[in-house]
């Protein structure tokens, strides 16, 4: 077949071999500028004054100044927001580890019955949208007094990273010798200390991405920290930035700058365990 | 016998705290969720009202607008994300220069949050933003547009946004899934001289497939009910109501009209809408796994 088609239109088929090096490079280089032009308006624009914003948008500041961060800290309400996203990210990774890997240990190294069904209903979970479950859960906290605060969030966000965390450990999980836990077994170790001081401290490649993947989603949350965290106090960074929008409308640079400062743990987030990461993509699918 | 029975509860101690979180938070919804949307929930005491609810959302035509939107954007994404999708990931694995410089600034826009980006776009996309700017630089002042603020582009300009920020996933999903194809096929093709063409068609599309199709099911499900933070802060639905989406659509209904009825039925609906995909989604896994064993 393929004999067939090279016969027919040898010039047309061969045309990507002569002229594709030239082709790709040029894809890859737009692609590159697309791709970092955003991130170099958001840091150029943020040590940039008002005036010279409004007078030079693309290139460099003439004279960098560092006002626009002190702006946005004034008043204190950023480290507010800042540390509401910090206590909501990191209660919620801990929680979400932790049921996540007993979870995963039952469905990794025992059996039981309907294990395969449970499984499935889970992984399936994990493309839920939340808008959906959005309005049920706000009139519940609205009755039983619960917005507004920490827990019932941080509820949320780990049943919402459950799916994905179970997934990938159980993957993981699988992966190490039973033989490992049979000879602890006889040497008088509990399963549940099998799992804390053996499997858990193996599986540092696939908790690191978690940790990472799951970070990165809960900070970047929009909808849900809109909707139960309405109090100017409890708002989250990200909530507090799309308010910078408005709030500082014609004073732009000071958005810039706050978004840089939002955006810098992810960075060094993604950096510390970037090697994890890559490998993490590989065997599991990671939701976008 | 007490061993045993130990034996026989004890995986169900280590779920119980998941089956606990989950039965919570998604069960509960979706029962009270379905069940809600034949009540009139807005009165003090939910009154039953049978199917009124589905008649008023049915009825709405901003309802089946922001339904459109979603399609729309799932028509022009869904090519564009596979065929781009595919081609880099290609040239990631043919190695070309640059190829490791180029796979982290492909994956770069994983890192930053929708709120971010959204935000740096929506500037650089105003009349007087940068975008325009550049255009004049370059004597094209003719196609300057106020991207986000007319009606009829404003849809592509968020389109755009989204397919800047969601590429990066498919590249390296393909791409790493490229690195398990056997070497051999590609040597064996070498050997008889195919094209680059020819051993995209009829070896590496071939290779992919099962995750091509995965990935198509995950980006029609993102397009449909993930997209709600683009348009909040990129658009707020407008101008008008021409990037309303069903996600914005509930929201505004539920926070800012207070017409709770309508935004829960809306909710079930989509929750249907999207059951369906990941019912197809599920078997598309199940296929694929078959294969590799």
């Known amino acids: 077949m393929i004999n067939k088609i090279k016969s027919k239109s040898k010039f047309w088929y061969y045309l990507p071999d002569r002229i594709g090096g030239f082709v790709k490079h040029f894809l890859y280089i737009l692609l590159s500028i697309i791709t970092l032009f955003p991130v170099y308006f958001i840091i150029v624009s943020a040590f940039k004054t008002k005036k010279e914003y409004a007078l030079n948008t693309l290139f460099l500041p003439s004279n960098p100044v560092l006002q626009n961060f002190t702006e946005a800290f004034k008043g204190n309400i950023f480290w507010l927001w800042l540390m509401n996203s910090i206590i909501l990210t990191v209660g919620s990774i801990l929680l979400s580890l932790l049921v996540a890997c007993l979870a995963a240990f039952a469905f990794s190294k025992m059996k039981f019955w309907g294990k395969s069904a449970m499984l499935n209903i889970i992984v399936s979970l994990m493309v839920i949208p939340p808008i959906v479950m959005i309005i049920p859960l706000f009139r519940l906290m609205a009755k039983i007094n619960l917005t507004n605060n920490y827990a019932s969030v941080i509820l949320i966000y780990s049943a919402l990273l459950l799916p994905f965390s179970i997934y990938l450990l159980t993957n993981f999980f699988v992966t190490i010798p039973n033989s490992l836990l049979e000879s602890a077994r006889i040497d008088g170790c509990t399963d549940i200390r099998i799992l804390f001081s053996i499997i858990i401290p193996l599986s540092r490649p696939a908790i690191i991405t978690l940790v990472v993947v799951n970070s990165l989603w809960t900070w970047s949350e929009l909808l849900i920290a809109l909707i139960f965290l309405q109090s100017n106090k409890m708002k989250t960074l990200m909530v507090g930035i799309a308010l910078f929008k408005t709030r500082y409308a014609i004073n732009i640079p000071v958005t810039m700058a706050a978004m840089v400062m939002a955006t810098i743990p992810m960075i060094v987030l993604y950096i510390f365990g970037q090697r994890y990461f890559v490998k993490g993509i590989s065997s599991g699918a990671i939701k976008g | ?293």
């Open chain 2, 1 to 293: 016998m007490r061993r045993n029975i130990g034996r026989k509860i004890q995986p169900f101690l280590y779920l119980l705290p998941s089956i606990v979180i989950l039965i919570f938070i998604y069960l509960y919804s979706f029962i009270s969720l379905l069940k809600d949307s034949f009540y009139n929930i807005s009165t003090k005491t939910a009154v039953f009202v049978g199917l009124r609810n589905y008649i008023n959302v049915f009825g709405d035509s901003l309802f089946w607008d922001s339904l459109l939107h979603n399609l729309i954007i799932i028509v022009v994404t869904l090519p564009v994300l596979i065929i781009f999708s595919i081609l880099f990931a290609v040239f990631l694995y043919e190695r070309i220069k640059g190829w490791k410089a180029y796979r982290v600034i492909v994956f770069l826009p994983y890192i930053f949050a929708i709120t971010v980006i959204g935000i740096a776009f929506s500037y650089i996309f105003t009349y007087r933003g940068v975008l325009n700017y550049i255009l004049n630089l370059l004597h094209l002042k003719f196609l300057a547009l106020d991207w986000l603020g007319s009606p009829r582009v404003a849809i592509f300009t968020l389109i755009f946004v989204i397919i800047w920020k969601e590429l990066g996933f498919g590249v390296i999903l393909l791409y790493s899934r490229m690195m398990s194809i056997p070497e051999e096929i590609y040597d064996a093709a070498k050997v008889d001289g195919v094209s680059w063409w020819q051993n995209l068609r009829y070896i590496t599309i071939p290779q992919l497939r099962s995750i091509i199709e995965f990935y198509a099911v995950i980006i029609v499900i993102t397009m449909l009910s993930w997209i709600f933070n683009y348009v909040y802060v990129m658009t707020s639905g407008g101008p008008g109501n021409s990037t309303n989406v069903a996600e914005y659509y509930i929201y505004r209904r539920a926070f800012q009209y207070n017409q709770m009825n309508v935004a829960n039925t809306a909710s079930v609906i989509l929750f249907i809408v999207t059951l369906i995909l990941v019912f197809i989604r599920f078997k598309l896994e199940r296929r694929e796994e078959e294969i590799i064993d």
